[in-house]
């Protein structure tokens, strides 16, 4: 067997919430001194161990604050675990929060070139895609335009069209299957769906119960940072489903 | 793609880690150095004459103010004009930098928490961004030398060497600050009036003799003194600077750079669940 493209190993990451709520030099000094600073710790993720393999579609679902969101940022390396290890192999792209570092005042080649390249692709490689990426999100009379005069909607596909314009050995997304008006939703399903099928290993987040049953080969149910269960999506879905059901009669 | 093997267990080894961080990021590097220096113009009228125009128009206040109602004797038979310009220049700079990229990461936070780049990225742009406004800001020194008649010596040639200096300078001290700035935000305030108050202790706009001989010391301590008499002395000559100024310049630079580095780098882990 080879080696799995997400290998996580006991994760666990700690929120320390300070209580005192403090902004200043001059209060934590004094609540230092009268021993008020008080720290709760919040385990976000509470040992959470699972694997990915190549190609494989991986679900992840549960409640609002089971620590989806923070796993799928220390995949994206972003946040580094408290505890634990998470060895990722191959080039990921990730799908969270789509159009970080976005610039009112630069042009939308500018934003591209930029985006593109935080993203981790040369800035190279992204002049020589700006025009096609551009004309995908329906946006090439706007590129010379600053992102200021852009739309929200316009600024949606933008972004996407930007970070889906590669092959990733690994994608990791959250919640993005779907931006902009009905047309282009379905153009963004569709090129998500390609995505997928070219045979990256996937991470997928949603709160959408029909996507993940759809398109996962696995699902994990997460909540409070454990792993409730893993298994097919089917029956991890219709476990979800009964507590969800149960809690609400 | 520039990351194809993620380990968090081998995430970072301080100084090793950023210097390798910010050599495969050079791309992205450049980018935002346009980007600050492009995008805080763009919606002025006169644009990156800004540069040029700032140190100049403090530079006749002050012209005038110790030019002519309070009269220093200089030390040297440089014009005021031109020992005040350069002066002013290089502490607008190191005041610029260190601001600028002590700023950078909480600035930067919508972006490290987002998707994956080294922070330190964003630092060392800003420092570097304050760095190429300077020597864009030289041009007017020179004009001025020549027009007073000072002309320009052949050391001109070696202003990058201060310049490079000032560089790991302030980058290192921006990195210490940025992480204290996670913690804290005054802490950027409080950074303002540290400047502030280490420029006055540079000697712009004074000349060294009004400082009584046994004040020297704390002049001589602040590192800045070195960094602008040897600037000086590349530029225009005759400024007086000894071996140990150049010995101190580099000395600083070095050192703050790899503490900064190095601070910032152990506390990582712990800053960025802070953003």
């Known amino acids: ?249 | 793609m520039t990351t194809t093997y993620y380990d968090s267990d081998k995430a970072r080894k301080p100084v090793a880690s950023e210097v390798s961080n910010l050599w495969a990021h050079r791309g992205l590097i450049r980018l935002i150095v346009t980007r600050d220096l492009t995008v805080r113009y763009k919606r002025s009228t006169l644009g990156i004459w800004w540069t040029l125009l700032n140190p100049l128009l403090t530079t006749g206040v002050m012209w005038i103010v110790f030019g002519n109602f309070f009269r220093f004797e200089m030390d040297s038979d440089i014009p005021y004009v031109v020992y005040l310009l350069s002066g002013i220049l290089l502490i607008t700079y190191f005041a610029q930098a260190v601001m600028a990229s002590g700023s950078a990461i909480v600035n930067s936070a919508g972006i490290l928490t987002k998707v994956y780049v080294p922070p330190e990225v964003f630092s060392v742009s800003a420092a570097i961004a304050a760095a190429v406004n300077f020597m864009i800001s030289l041009a007017i020194l020179l004009v001025i030398q020549l027009m007073m008649g000072v002309g320009i010596p052949w050391t001109v040639v070696l202003v990058p060497i201060p310049v490079v200096a000032m560089l790991a300078l302030t980058a290192g001290l921006g990195l210490l600050i940025a992480a204290a700035a996670v913690h804290f935000f005054d802490v950027l305030d409080l950074t303002g009036v540290a400047v502030q108050l280490i420029s006055y202790l540079t000697p712009t706009f004074y000349p060294l003799s009004i400082i009584p001989d046994s004040y020297l010391w704390i002049i001589h301590l602040n590192p800045l003194y070195s960094y602008l008499t040897v600037f000086r002395e590349l530029v225009y000559g005759n400024a007086g600077a000894e071996l140990w100024m150049w010995a101190y310049m580099f000395g600083s630079a070095v050192v703050v750079l790899i503490v900064g580095v190095y601070v910032f780098s152990r506390s990582w882990r712990r800053l960025v669940i802070l953003l």
Do not use: C
């Open chain 1, 1 to 249: 067997m080879t080696d799995p493209a997400i290998w996580a190993s006991d994760i666990r990451l700690e929120y320390r919430i300070s209580r005192s709520n403090i902004g200043s030099i001059k209060e934590f000094a004094i609540k230092t001194v009268k021993r008020q600073m008080k720290y709760e710790s919040l385990w976000a993720l509470d040992g959470v161990s699972f694997e990915v393999a190549k190609g494989e579609v991986f679900g992840i679902i549960g409640p609002n604050g089971a620590g989806k969101s923070t796993l799928m940022k220390i995949m994206a390396r972003v946040l580094p675990p408290t505890k634990g290890r998470m060895v990722v192999r191959g080039s990921v792209a990730p799908m969270i929060e789509l159009g970080a570092g976005f610039n009112n005042e630069l042009t939308g080649y500018e934003n591209i070139v930029m985006y593109g390249t935080l993203l981790g692709r040369t800035p190279d490689r992204m002049r020589d895609r700006a025009s096609e990426i551009a004309e995908w999100a329906d946006l090439t009379e706007f590129i010379d335009v600053p992102l200021r005069s852009y739309s929200s909607g316009m600024l949606a596909r933008l972004a996407f069209a930007v970070a889906t314009d590669i092959e990733p050995d690994v994608l990791v997304v959250d919640e993005v299957l779907s931006v902009g008006d009905a047309a282009f939703q379905i153009r963004s399903q569709e090129r998500m769906k390609n995505l997928i099928e070219r045979g990256a290993s996937v991470v997928i987040v949603s709160h959408n119960l029909g996507t993940v049953a759809e398109l996962a080969d696995r699902a994990m149910w997460l909540d409070r940072g454990n792993i409730v269960m893993i298994g097919s999506p089917l029956e991890v879905i219709d476990a979800y489903k009964q507590t969800v059901d149960g809690g609400l009669a």
